[in-house]
């Protein structure tokens, strides 16, 4: 089986066709807006030149350039590999920022390959966990007061080892944001170290807004899953510019998809939800930010870039800001205005407008649309033209297999959907449902990429459904979408390749090793949605199947 190279948010270069003979730009990752593509190869340009790196910067270093698509044996990304594993393997966090390195660590080896470094992000979480105060926040030492900027790193360095599949302490979640529920200012952010003079004191800052709205966004995903629901009006106007109001009423978020199955928060998911809207309300009406309270311009917008993609899902503030961010780079390159350098700078600059967290949800929990049987018709160049409206593509496929489309290939309709918004796939929900019928296998795996961008929880047993198709690329973009909607990246150790040690096999041999694989992926994903389900969902699958063991294609 063999995979296209239509892969959400990089699928433009992927297109390309590019050739190692080309130039490194070529090769890297797209932000999808040519200005900030330009900007990232500039800031990249920078930080390869640099000579001598220090150690303290080298593992932020090699995950911006990661993100930006520079490959693993690039020198400085292998340098900050080198020191992730090194360190995370021998616990050897000291100093002031022990939890900052124990985070970004944590990030660049869950983004590398997770299943190797696996041992190494266990050290890292089982060190975290056992520096957190007793107040549920983490400081620079035993006796330090907490604050806000380093907790962010905590509960970075905790979210990479679970996606990873490593064992966290559902405890710690909630234990730091308690803190952040506690020690929050009434104007909605936070302060630096919320009690003390130390720093900007007892003052709201933009760093710090964002820092507790990206640690509550990450505890709210850790221990209540996703959120399957409408946008209130008061979320339709965070940043005042996501999206337009519609009158649509809130909607109470249903606890779903948590990485603890087992363990039941005291906190609930609207004191998170609602704590996290106060602090984007404080940061809309402070556009743009300014003097003090900006001191360290880029790690603000690192902060906003988690914070939204994990709050909102919503792009609309992408641009808004980064278009100020464009202001702040230098003639070489670097992003220089900054409170520690500018290397550190650039890289957080990189960092947002790659949409790092965003890769994250999207690469980590989807593959792409997978091929079909037909690949090679299917990648022949046809001649490219605009594909229309989302609505119309849908209705036309309805009756017509895929390869059959006119001057539409299955890349183009990749981007389409990975490109399109949240909004418009769920206006298509019943075209999509539709063509999860269709007899042609790659609609039926368009259909299932499409659904699962969605975030619908509500999916989940159509996606169940989807392990069961008789074809096995249909089965393998099911479990993408599964990853995608659940917020499980680790997919619970489930390979993504059925015929993994048989490929060379003769056919009996691989469609054994296809059922075994089906039946282990449905029944694992299966046994999982029955424990999360909400209560009036019950019912839905084959629960006699499911116990038994049974699979009948």
């Not at 340098?79 to 000291?94: D, F, N, P, T, V």
């Not at 249909?474 to 479990?479: G, S």
Request: aromatic content about 10%; some cysteine.
């Amino acid at each position: 089986m063999r995979m296209m190279n239509a892969i959400l948010g990089w699928v433009i270069c992927s297109i390309l066709l590019i050739s190692p003979q080309q130039s490194a730009f070529a090769a890297r990752k797209t932000t999808g807006i040519p200005r900030y593509d330009a900007s990232v190869a500039r800031a990249v340009e920078y930080l390869t030149g640099i000579d001598d790196v220090a150690e303290k910067e080298k593992t932020l270093i090699a995950y911006a350039l990661l993100k930006a698509g520079e490959p693993e044996s690039s020198p400085l990304v292998a340098a900050g590999i080198e020191l992730a594993h090194e360190r995370g393997m021998s616990k050897g966090y000291r100093g002031y920022d022990h939890i900052y390195y124990s985070g970004i660590d944590a990030l660049l080896l869950s983004s590398v390959d997770p299943e190797k470094h696996k041992p190494a992000l266990q050290n890292i979480a089982d060190y975290v966990s056992a520096q957190i105060q007793g107040n549920g926040g983490w400081s620079d030492g035993p006796k330090g007061a907490s604050d806000t900027s380093m907790c962010q790193y905590g509960m970075l360095a905790l979210w990479s080892a679970s996606a990873a599949g490593c064992k966290v302490s559902p405890g710690v979640v909630e234990a730091n944001a308690r803190w952040h529920l506690s020690n929050g200012n009434p104007d909605g952010a936070w302060a630096y170290r919320p009690g003390t003079s130390k720093g900007t004191g007892a003052v709201s800052t933009h760093n710090m807004a964002m820092a507790g709205a990206g640690s509550l966004g990450i505890a709210r995903l850790l221990l209540f899953g996703s959120k399957s629901r409408k946008k209130s009006q008061a979320e339709e106007k965070v940043l005042g510019i996501l999206s337009k109001e519609d009158g649509t009423e809130k909607k109470e978020s249903k606890a779903t998809g948590s990485a603890f199955p087992g363990y039941k928060p005291s906190l609930s998911v609207g004191q998170l939800d609602s704590r996290v809207q106060r602090a984007f309300q404080w940061i809309e009406v402070r556009f743009p930010p300014s003097g003090a309270q900006y001191l360290q311009k880029q790690y603000f917008y690192y902060a906003l870039e988690r914070a939204a993609t994990l709050h909102t899902g919503d792009e609309g503030w992408f641009t808004q800001y980064g278009d100020v961010l464009l202001t702040l780079q230098a003639e070489d390159g670097s992003f220089p205005k900054t409170f520690t350098n500018p290397r550190i700078g650039s890289a957080f600059a990189i960092l947002y407008f790659m949409r790092s967290t965003k890769q994250i949800l999207d690469k980590s929990y989807a593959a792409g649309l997978q091929a079909g049987g037909r690949l090679d018709d299917l990648r022949k160049k046809k001649e490219t033209k605009d594909i229309g409206p989302l609505d119309e593509l849908l209705a036309q496929m309805q009756d017509v297999n895929f390869n059959e489309l006119d001057g539409i290939d299955a890349e183009a309709v990749a981007e389409k959907i990975a490109f399109g918004s949240r909004e418009e796939l769920i206006g298509n929900m019943e075209l999509l449902k539709k063509l999860l019928k269709h007899p042609d296998a790659t609609n039926r795996q368009a259909a299932y990429f499409a659904l699962g961008r969605t975030g619908d929880f509500a999916l989940i047993p159509e996606m169940l459904k989807g392990l069961r198709d008789a074809n096995i690329d249909v089965n393998v973009q099911a479990l993408d979408a599964l990853r995608y909607l659940s917020r499980k990246p680790n997919g619970f150790g489930l390979t993504m390749t059925p015929f993994e040690g048989v490929e060379s096999a003769d056919d009996e041999t691989k469609l054994k090793a296809a059922n075994a694989w089906r039946t282990k992926a449905y029944l694992t994903w299966g046994n999982w949605y029955r424990s999360v389900r909400p209560y009036d969902e019950s019912g839905g699958l084959d629960e006699l199947e499911l116990k038994a063991g049974a699979f009948n294609r």
